[in-house]
Nanobody
Framework: DVQLVESGGGSVQTGGSLKLPCAAT????????MGWFRQIPGKEREGVAA????????IYADSVKGRFTISKDNAKDTLYLQMNSLKPEDTATYFC?????????????????WGQGTQVTVS
């Protein structure tokens, strides 16, 4: 199995920045594409950003384009989400996920492995 562990969450003021790392351990395949999702209580988990296996292609939800950047360090098996110009509506629990194909997608149904989540609060 693959284990994913997010960190870096916290409280920040509007306009501030946070960087979320997600460390992958276990039987992690560097051919996996990965993504970041977020969820607030009572709502469905939504895709935020995704990246392909060799970091050549990234996709973003319209709500975060130009503010968030997804990246991956294959040497460290770590996924990142750099979040700038944060807004109160970005408040959510953020999850990283991996799937066993190379192409990126924001479709959460295709992701097999999930982290436990990290809370981000913007006020």
């Amino acid at each position: 199995d693959v284990q994913l562990v997010e960190s870096g969450g916290g409280s920040v003021q509007t306009g501030g920045s946070l960087k979320l790392p997600c460390a992958a351990t276990g039987n992690f395949n560097r051919m996996n594409s990965m993504g970041w999702f977020r969820q607030i209580p009572g709502k469905e988990r939504e895709g935020v950003a995704a990246i392909d296996s060799d970091s050549t292609t990234t996709i973003y939800a319209d709500s975060v384009k130009g503010r968030f950047t997804i990246s991956k360090d294959n040497a460290k098996d770590t996924l990142y989400l750099q979040m700038n110009s944060l807004k109160p509506e970005d408040t959510a629990t953020y999850f990283c996920a991996a799937r066993s194909t190379v192409c990126p997608t924001l479709d959460r149904s295709s992701f097999l492995f999930w982290g436990q989540g990290t809370q981000v609060t913007v006020s």
